[in-house]
């Protein structure tokens, strides 16, 4: 094996990055939602599992800014999938009737979407693959 190769190879960040771009290419052909990217997706499944979730707690299931969360939060909106009240100083998300719906089809596109990876990679090494870097991710974060 060439030099290169082997440090490729061996390079998570360029292995993780390298595996996050097919992953996102599946789930974008998995995912028909119009303009809603599939990060916007799993904020409407995460609103779904904690009805009127702070916007604090929200960026911290999902792991990111809080600007990012405001601006997904304001798409959201704009399209009419939650609603935003504010209480003081927190937020709370909740979905709409639509937003509700948006996550049902997202629930079984989901699921075509592991049937996709794990036709390729075999649905155990699917699951153990998702658990290590679920695992790896948090003690990253800490």
Do not use: W
């Not at 939060?73 to 709370?92: C, Y």
């Not at 909740?94 to 649905?123: I, N, Q």
């Amino acid at each position: 094996m060439k030099e290169e190769e082997q440090v490729l190879i061996h390079c998570l960040y360029f292995t993780a990055n390298r595996f996050a771009r097919n992953m996102t290419k599946l789930a974008e052909s998995t995912f028909d939602f119009d303009d809603l990217a599939p990060s916007y997706l799993y904020m409407i499944m995460t609103i779904q599992f904690h009805p009127g979730i702070t916007q604090k707690d929200l960026c911290q299931k999902l792991s990111i800014a809080p600007s990012t969360s405001t601006r997904f939060i304001d798409k959201l909106e704009k399209q009419q999938l939650v609603l935003r009240k504010v209480n003081g100083k927190e937020t709370s998300i909740s979905l709409t009737a639509s937003g509700e719906e948006v996550y049902k089809k997202f629930r079984l596109s989901l699921k075509e979407l592991f049937d996709a990876y794990s036709d390729v990679l075999g649905r155990e090494f699917s699951l153990d693959l998702s658990k290590m870097l679920h695992e790896a991710s948090i003690k990253m974060e800490k």
